[in-house]
């Protein structure tokens, strides 16, 4: 049987075959915290395997909102590797990520693989620690929107509950 769609043949067949991911890998990350350190070398990594990962190059200004791009390569993905570090969820992009790519795990199947990059994933999951005075400071300040918070932290928690690797110390 052939693969491909000949003239009368089944094209239906051949579409099925037809991978639906356009990356293997999607990084998520705090740019500050590892952009230039772990993130580099799991993204080189991954890229010598013949993993095709999709990594954001761009540093976005506070106060900007995530483009869509970012949004169209998240579904767009196989795989997202979250690397959670102390300063993630003081990025509300990051959180914004995040969101997105907890709702592409029930729409579109993603697959999520949590790194938690010195950080301990209890806070993660319970919100303590510099992710309690991070939220802290968001009540303040998005007071209107208790809605975004809760789907952030929802989020967090949802990442925080499935296995991942905890790297500390290394």
Not at 22 to 49: I, M, P, W
Not at 138 to 166: C, I, P, Q
Request: net charge neutral; hydrophobic share 40%.
């Amino acid at each position: 049987m052939a693969l491909m769609s000949t003239p009368g043949g089944n094209s239906a067949l051949a579409s099925s075959l037809t991978p639906q991911w356009k990356y293997d890998v999607f990084l998520s990350f705090r740019g500050e915290d590892t952009r230039n350190g772990f993130t580099d070398h799991l993204y080189d990594a991954l890229q010598c395997k013949g993993l095709f990962t999709f990594r954001d190059e761009e540093k976005l200004d506070k106060g900007k909102s995530i483009s869509l791009n970012l949004l169209k390569a998240i579904e767009e993905s196989r795989f997202a590797i979250i690397i959670l570090s102390k300063n993630y969820a003081s990025s509300t992009w990051c959180l914004d990520e995040l969101a997105h790519i907890v709702r592409c795990t029930k729409e579109k199947g993603l697959i999520i693989l949590p790194v938690f990059y010195h950080v301990n994933p209890s806070d993660v999951r319970k919100q303590t620690g510099i992710f309690a005075q991070t939220f802290d400071e968001y009540k303040k300040r998005f007071k209107e929107s208790m809605e975004k918070l809760e789907t952030w932290r929802d989020a967090l928690r949802e990442v925080a509950n499935l296995f991942g690797w905890h790297l500390q110390d290394r």
